[in-house]
């Protein structure tokens, strides 16, 4: 069974042809022009900045092709690696990376350069060249565990356009044989593709069989890369939780039936990052060690192997295994104890953010059969299972909710599964009730204010709401002042608080 990746590594290949630096949209006298140029450059930079608090352990490398200077391990022409000090070419973006990336473009013509591409009478294929170093830029880390990806970045829908004959034809071969090697070394590529002007981007040309599109797939492509450019440029300040499993656990449904499952986390709230202690000259990050000292002779310990309690004044010596064995409360994460029906469990029960169980039969086969058994049963009876789930410093009473797959016209809606919902322990549960019951001044509301209110509720309706539409402004605003200092902003950023109630409406 396949390993799902935990980390992604991605190649920019941004086209820096004479053709990307010129206007991107139909002039308007009054309008500053931008460049095809521009709008990558701008895109790359917002997503390195969300990739930082997002997805931190993910790892860049930016990668021009049609350029004057070489640049890279293989020294091919054409091809500028672009990085900055102290950084691997293929590394986690950082702030002087993107602080010298968003200025390229001022500098770009002195240092780097730009050429046209495949030119007739040339033998050197620049496309090629930058699959070769991209491939070879990302040949670190399984694809076991790892997502590769290569991202091209043009608005020359032909690059073989200006030569013609057998020349074309083998450099369209080879091309085409390069990115399939690649695509099959478990790399993938994906192109986001710039309609200038006066002509709309043809995927046909060539790189529909460059990335292996076929039929209705090529009409749909532009469009929907175009959606994938926006999403770049105009993505939230979010940490991205990304839909993988969050560990295994064994489920003893008796003494001798033990099945393995996989638990989801499916919406948690996001909180900033940890905070790191740096040292206060150089920066850097501090490491803590805990150290054993004796008493007598002040020497260093090691981690003592064995524990007191003093009891009856008496010394009760544990050792550490003997410790976590009085602790252990089941010799499992999770275990059966019964089933009841689902009216007894409470909206008030579920305290926290449930998680997500889906069988798995990696290590114990069968795990599925025992698993759907019980899943249909419980649905078909209207029941819900009790377990006990948890470490020994922190046992739980969990609630087993069994859920039905829900298939609509596009695809799977919710799937089958079970909802691990964490019960309250009997102090978790307050009674206010209890206390206005016994004190007579209550408040109450009249009966014109509860027409009132009635009316209000009537009229504003949100339709359609969801939680996700809607920013967390206190994150925003941490994550903005977070990059302000990190890249040397003198302006805070201006944060719009969409929590806010709207005014202007509510006074209509």
Known sequence: QEREANKEMVVYLIDASPRM????????????????????????????????????????????FNTKEKKNLQELAGVYVYNVTEREQLDRPDARLIKEFSCVEDSFMNNIGSRYGITSGSRENTLYNALWVAQALLRKGSVKTVSKRILIFTNEDDPFGGITGAAKTDMIRTTIQRAKDAQDLGLSIELLPL??????????????????????EVVQYVPSAGEKLEDMTDQLRKRMMKKRKVKTLSFAITND????????????????????????ISNLPLKTERSFICNDTGALLQAPQERFQLYNDKVVKFSVRELSDVKRVSSHHLRLLGFKPLDCLKDYHNLSPSTFIYPSDEQIFGSTRVFVALHSSMLRLGRFALAFYGTPTRPRLVALVAQEEVISSSGQDEPPGMHMIYLPYSD?????????????????????????????????????????????????????????????????????????????????
Request: net charge negative.
């Open 21 to 64: 630096f010129t206007p991107a949209n139909a002039a308007k006298p009054d309008e500053k022009q931008e460049t095809h140029f521009h709008t990558i450059v701008n895109c790359i930079t917002q997503s390195l900045k969300m990739q930082i608090i997002g997805r931190s352990r993910d790892e860049v490398a930016i990668c021009f």
């Open 195 to 216: 309609s200038r002007p006066d002509e709309d981007f043809n995927m046909s040309l060539f790189y529909a069989d460059l990335i292996g599109l076929e039929g209705d």
């Open 257 to 280: 039936v033990c099945i393995e499952v996989n638990t989801y986390a499916l919406i948690r709230p996001t909180a900033p990052g940890t905070i790191t202690w740096l040292d206060s």
């Open 428 to 508: 978790d549960v307050r009674y206010p009730e209890e206390v206005h019951l016994t004190s007579g001044d209550a408040p109450r509301a009249t009966d014109e204010q509860i027409k009132k209110a009635s009316n209000l509720l009537r009229r504003i309706d949100l339709k359609h709401f969801s939680v996700s539409h809607f920013a967390n402004p206190g994150l925003q605003k941490h994550y903005g002042i977070l990059e302000a200092l990190a890249l040397g902003e003198d302006e805070m950023p201006d944060i719009k608080d969409e929590t806010l109630p709207d005014e202007e409406g509510l006074a209509r």
